[in-house]
């Protein structure tokens, strides 16, 4: 069978194109997240320091647009719009954070992170414009005092008694009384009803006499993202998406290195049959014999965890199968005359092993790699899941074990646990399906 | 008499593999394992030394009591053999051995629930805990891919066949720990019928055990078989739709033979070599536990007892594991060869 038999063959069965849609989806998955992710974020993945802005254990967005009450969205808000105001004697940074507030709840608390350079003591005042018009004055606080120029860095929170004690004043805006709601309460609450007040909100910082001034908003909220937080507070959807290179790597090259490795082996050993194959092919039980997982955990507790090592392990304990049958197969092909032709013409076995004998083995090698991609991808998983990956990268696996060891199945975090094992699930199932419909057009027997 | 010539051969070189793997335990483990015997002897010499304090008080100072005490562990690492590096020949010849007449010596850190260090106590108290759940689950898993199989192949292109197939393929690529994690989501979290953690709380005296037991089973038992039979049932489907092609199924045909009697009389018995080999693969698969099901359901078996032992690097543990298993294993294939002959003729004939 030649390959554009193959190719025509394959063309028609529609469980393998499926799966090659699905692979094509991964692959330009990986490509977007190599491209316009910066590499920087998979690094920081398991530094707690990196991700204290984020949520902790929040749902992913989208989980809006199905319910009815909207959840409150966490924001992060680092471009505003800044302008500078020429005062009496001073000039004055302003820096205006846009939000659109869609809620039914109140918001989580928020925060102002910022960073200046200066020197003296300049004033930062803090106010909130609200979709009905009313300003309400929440901060107005001198920076400490400094002869040099200095950088400075600090976070104001919603809980600052100082904001609490500026709305208390301002309370004949509304129509009942506020004194016992948190700042958050009442900043994004109705004058007549202690309800949310949907619109557009606009928080107004203004420092005077400053060089530099910097400053972030983070509002907090319960939905983040395109697939949520989890418990470290790590977006979900960056840990997914790294996943996607990251298992598509370790899967076709093991696969393709056990297959490749297993085939050689084999052909070899059926190739030149006698005490070579006797040999071979005991060596080959040995690893077969070897319970597979107990030593793969073992090697990765004794040597070290790098996913590099791994992935030769893997390779160790995946050739077994292919040797076995590619073996058989040799020994049907080197009875074949054109083989004993290349014998008489006085070829070296090697020659004739990779011209003659793996080309006629190549369709059902391609088949096998294509079969052994899922499980070296949810052996690898397990590994992970087990807590013994590699803690450089972030993987689907590792991503399950944290949520395993944060108990996230009982406490009903679901959008920890689902999204990894169905990209897992999505992965293998894209593999299967071409090497199922490649096996069966290769291997004429399935097709009756 | 070949036959018999060639079983005798079979097990002799299952005994040849037995023997290697264990040599690659034993080497893999080996360097650990040398410095951890020795740091126990240490530690041994030092607190018998210090117990014993008409002899500390014999010593002038503390230099003197340190010599002596290196003077102690020295004489006692030699006594044991253990001065020799652990990669000689005579230790490595002697830890195989120990280990193939099933001395496995005592645990470094784990215990059995009675308190036991022995390493053979240990694995005895857990291994029926893995059959009990894991071999249970093979069991069921087995009968029912042989019924779906057998007739999703007997039919090949029916609505039967397709479903089977797919869902074959479906549920091979997820994983089954995953699966785990959803259902104690679902069933534990969401509708609280089952216990999220595998193993019953009251004490195995209790009358109520039994049952208590039984349900805390019922969440993995369901996982396994749902995960484990679509295989199963893709097999014997394809042993199956290969005899259906059959010459002789035809003619039973159309000698008006029933369908079913064709399937489960003929078609079966005809596809059982194959199908005995996996069974037997797999019940001794089986008894290994899941490592990492195990870890997701809680339950004490031996693949939680493995996951324990790497983890706290507890070589002697496993070592004996790894040791059971294999044999385990090995036995099984010679097993399903001997069951091989046993129903397939032509092997005996040549």
């Known amino acids: 069978m030649d390959y554009s038999e193959i190719r025509s063959s394959f063309a028609k069965s529609k469980i393998g194109l499926v799966g090659l849609g699905m692979l094509a989806c991964l692959i330009i998955a990986s490509v977007v997240t190599i491209t316009a992710i910066p590499a920087d974020t998979y690094k920081q993945w398991n530094n707690p320091a990196s991700w204290t802005e984020f949520p902790k254990s929040a749902q992913p967005g989208w989980v809006n647009w199905l319910a009815e009450k909207k959840i409150p969205e966490h924001k992060i808000l680092d471009s505003p719009n800044t302008t500078l105001r020429q005062g009496e004697t001073e000039s004055i940074i302003v820096q205006r954070f846009g939000v659109d507030y869609t809620s039914d709840y109140f918001p989580g608390e928020f925060l102002l992170n910022f960073k200046s350079e200066y020197s003296g003591s300049p004033i930062l005042q803090m106010s909130v414009i609200r979709p009905d018009g009313i300003t309400l004055e929440l901060m107005s606080s001198s920076l400490p005092y400094s002869e040099h120029r200095t950088d400075y860095f600090d976070k104001i929170f919603s809980t600052n008694d100082a904001i609490k004690k500026n709305l208390r004043l301002q309370s004949e805006h509304f129509s009942y009384p506020i004194q016992e709601h948190g700042a958050k309460e009442i900043i994004f609450a109705k004058t007549n009803k202690h309800e949310t007040l949907k619109g557009k909100y606009e928080f107004v910082i203004e420092v005077s006499d400053v060089d530099t001034f910097d400053s972030k908003l983070v509002l907090g909220g319960k939905v983040f993202g395109l697939a949520g937080t989890d418990e470290l507070r790590r977006d979900l959807a960056i840990g997914l998406l790294w996943g996607t290179p990251v298992a598509l790597f370790i899967g076709i090259v093991v696969a393709f290195g056990s297959v490749v490795s297993g085939l050689v082996f084999g052909v070899y050993a059926g190739y030149k049959g006698g005490k070579t194959d006797e040999s071979m092919m005991r060596f080959n039980d040995v690893i077969y014999a070897l319970p597979a997982l107990p030593f793969l955990i073992i090697l990765s507790v004794t040597t070290s965890n790098s996913i590099f090592l791994m992935i030769g392990f893997l390779m160790i304990f995946g050739w077994v199968g292919v040797a076995k049958v590619s073996r058989s197969m040799a020994l049907q092909i080197k009875t074949r005359q054109f083989v004993d032709a290349a014998k008489t013409m006085g070829q070296k076995d090697s020659k004739i092993i990779f011209r003659h004998i793996i080309p006629q083995i190549m369709p059902y090698a391609l088949a096998s790699i294509a079969i052994s991609v899922p499980a070296a991808i949810t052996t690898e998983a397990g590994l992970s899941f087990l807590g013994l990956g590699d803690p450089t990268y972030p993987t689907w696996g590792q991503i399950l074990h944290d949520a395993k060891s944060h108990g996230a199945a009982a ?25 199922n419909s490649l096996e069966s057009t290769v291997n004429p027997k399935l097709r009756r | 008499m070949g036959l018999k010539r060639y079983f005798a051969k079979r097990a002799l070189v299952l005994f040849g593999v037995l023997m290697a793997t264990l040599l690659l335990t034993v080497l893999l483990v080996g360097s650990n394992m040398d410095s951890i015997l020795k740091k126990g002897i240490a530690i041994q010499v030092r607190a018998e030394i210090v117990e014993n304090k008409e002899l500390t008080a014999g010593f002038a100072g503390t230099d003197e009591l340190n010599q002596y005490i290196d003077s102690q562990i020295e004489k006692r690492t030699k006594t044991l053999g253990l001065d020799e590096p652990w990669h000689s020949p005579n230790r490595i010849g002697l830890a195989m051995y120990k280990i193939l007449i099933l001395d496995f010596g005592h645990s470094a850190f784990l215990t059995s629930d009675s308190g036991s260090t022995s390493v053979g106590d240990i694995i005895l108290e857990k291994l029926p805990r893995t059959i009990l759940l894991f071999t249970t689950a093979t069991v069921i898993i087995s009968i029912i891919g042989i019924l779906v199989g057998a007739a999703a192949g007997s039919k090949v292109g029916s609505k039967t066949d397709k479903i089977t197939s797919s869902f074959a393929i479906i549920s091979s690529s997820f994983p089954v720990w ?69 010459d002789f199924i035809f003619v039973k045909k159309t000698i008006g033979i029933k369908q079913r009697k064709i399937i489960f009389g003929s078609a079966l018995k005809n596809a059982a070599p194959p199908i005995v080999t996996i069974l037997a693969l797999s019940l001794s698969g089986s008894l290994g536990g899941a490592i990492i099901t195990e870890a997701v359901f809680d339950w004490p078996g031996m693949g939680r007892l493995y996951f324990e032992a790497i983890t706290l690097m507890d070589l002697p543990v496993i070592i004996g594991a790894t040791y059971v298993l294999t044999v385990f294993f090995l036995v099984s294939i010679f097993v399903s060869d001997l069951l091989y002959g046993y129903l397939d003729p032509r092997i005996r004939t040549g």
């Open chain 1, 411 to 435: 406490r009903g975090l679901w959008w920890w646990i689902v999204p990894p094992g169905v990209m897992v699930a999505i992965t293998g199932l894209a593999f299967v399906f071409i090497g």
């Open chain 2, 178 to 246: 995953w699966i785990g994690l959803l259902m104690i989501f679902t069933f534990s979290f969401w509708y609280a019928i089952f216990p999220a953690r595998a193993t019953p709380i009251i004490p195995p005296t209790d009358p109520g055990y039994v049952a208590s037991l039984l349900h805390h089973m019922t969440l993995p038992i369901i996982t396994i078989v749902l995960i484990g039979f679509g295989t199963w049932a893709y097999l014997v489907r394809n042993f199956m739709a290969g005899i259906m092609q059959e």
